[in-house]
């Protein structure tokens, strides 16, 4: 009995020790993973566009430039005087331009002349073409170039894609140089009589030089025919040959009247043999006209169906018609091509950037660009109703306003320029005189030596410029 209290003592005692003591450490883990983070890229900075850097060696700040001019009244003269009032108030170099007129351009082309003898002569000038390459041939005008290149001061290619093709064209020699950016532009035009040419049972201007005749020679018929003996040999075209009519001709049946390198004239060639022949079969038909002065009444009278002109015309045949009570609808056409395409002469007035220094160079130049930019342009033309130089000008609503002045500037596009010579000034008579006797030859043998005269005096007149 003892024993077995004893064991069970022993027992119970044994069963509390092994409770007393610890746990077994638990079996030994990994640590935990941390979580993974992709590391934060520092943010990239926009690359910051560097600002263009003149190549020129100049600075304009300042500068006082001189720009002599032919628009010398009216609207015109109000036009120059605010555009340039604006440049002086808002220029961001200080730049101040003092403007001059100087009478009608062959005026300012004398003041030039006179001004390169004493030395006093403006910083910027307008001029034709060919008075523009003249006076760089002289080194009184400045090549352009560099400045229409630079990267701070020069024309987008925009701006110069923006530019009708023609107009810069005309400043443009055969090696590349600018000599004159244009500030504006006309065109050499024909007046037609849409009303009469309708009840002469033509339904749209003529589109080839065979049309053309066609409907110049029904309208003398006509006139022949009526119960007006006063206007028996009348209709047709009015022909006066100034080479701005020639050029359009030639070019309507695929010539030039220059070389191919634009260094010389050559009447020596097919398409001034064509257009020569057709204006003397023209003429020999009875189907042309001349008259004493401009042609703005005989067109008003119905004597002539076409008239040649200046679109700056439009106005002056406005006011005759008016005055003969015609309220004939009218307007200017191109010349008509053998091909059915059509052609203009486009001219109009450049500026030149005479040469004195280089900071007034540059000065006189971001005026020009001022000058000839299409928010100038607008202005200027919305005083003196001249075309703009550029396609991105805003022209108003003057086409709404005006449908004649709408129709002579869709006609811009098909604007061809006259060669840019320093001798054409000359040509342009020896071209005149020349197509008169075109009219009055009785041959082709006779025509094709007119031609080669004139070809042989042209050259004679480029040497004496060169």
């Known amino acids: 009995m003892l024993r077995k209290t004893i064991f069970g003592i022993l027992l119970i005692g044994a069963l509390m020790l092994a409770a007393c003591q610890p746990e077994a450490p638990p079996e030994p883990t990994e640590p935990p993973l941390e979580p993974t983070v992709a590391p934060m890229e520092e943010p990239m900075e926009e690359p910051m566009e560097e600002a263009p850097v003149s190549n020129l060696d100049a600075d304009p700040t300042g500068q006082t430039i001189v720009f002599w001019h032919a628009m010398s009244s009216g609207a015109n003269l109000e036009g120059i005087e605010a555009v340039v009032a604006d440049f002086n108030a808002s220029n961001e170099y200080g730049i101040t331009v003092e403007q001059f007129a100087q009478g009608r351009q062959s005026e300012l082309e004398t003041a030039v002349n006179a001004a390169v003898a004493t030395g006093e002569l403006p910083n910027l000038t307008q001029g ?65 009589n849409h009303s009469w040419a309708q009840e002469l ?28 003996p006063d206007n028996d040999g009348t209709g047709g075209l009015v022909y006066f040959p100034d080479a701005s009519q020639i050029s359009p001709w030639i070019w309507a049946f695929g010539g030039e009247i220059v070389t191919a390198d634009g260094s010389a004239y050559d009447f020596n060639t097919e398409a001034a043999l064509d257009a020569a022949l057709f204006l003397n079969d023209l003429v020999a038909s009875g189907c042309t006209i001349t008259t004493p002065s401009f042609p703005n009444p005989e067109f008003a009278g119905r004597l002539t169906l076409f008239a040649p002109s200046s679109t700056a015309g439009v106005p002056f045949q406005a006011d005759a018609m008016e005055e003969a009570g ?54 200027w033309i919305d005083y003196t109703g001249y075309f703009p130089s550029q396609t991105t000008t805003d022209v108003g609503t003057r086409p709404q306003e005006d449908a004649l002045w709408a129709e002579g500037l869709a006609l811009l596009e098909y604007g061809k320029a006259e060669p840019n010579l320093a001798a054409h000034g000359a040509v342009r008579g020896a071209i005149r005189d020349a197509f008169f006797a075109v009219a009055e030859a009785t041959s082709e043998d006779e025509i094709v030596a007119i031609l080669a005269g004139l070809t042989s005096e042209a050259a004679e007149l480029v040497a004496e410029t060169q």
């Not at 033509?202 to 022949?224: G, I, L, Y």
């Open 128 to 192: 034709f073409p060919n008075g523009l390459v003249r006076w760089f041939g002289l080194d009184i005008v400045a090549g352009l170039n560099q400045y229409i290149d630079d990267p701070l001061y020069g024309l987008s290619a925009e701006e110069l894609d923006a530019i009708f093709a023609a107009a810069y064209a005309a400043g443009t020699l055969p090696d590349g140089t600018q000599v004159g950016i244009p500030m504006h532009q006309s065109a050499q035009v024909i007046f037609y």
């Open 326 to 379: 015609n309220e004939d609808v009218w307007g200017p056409i191109a010349w008509p091509a053998v091909d059915g395409s059509k052609y203009v002469d486009a001219f109009g007035q450049m500026v030149g950037v005479v040469k004195t220094n280089p900071d007034q160079d540059l000065a006189s130049w971001i005026f020009m660009k001022y000058l000839t930019s299409p928010e100038a342009q607008a202005q």
């Open 201 to 228: 049972g033509f339904t749209s201007p003529p589109a080839t030089p065979a049309e053309f005749k066609e409907q110049a020679c029904a309208a003398r018929a006509a006139n022949d025919a009526d119960a007006d």
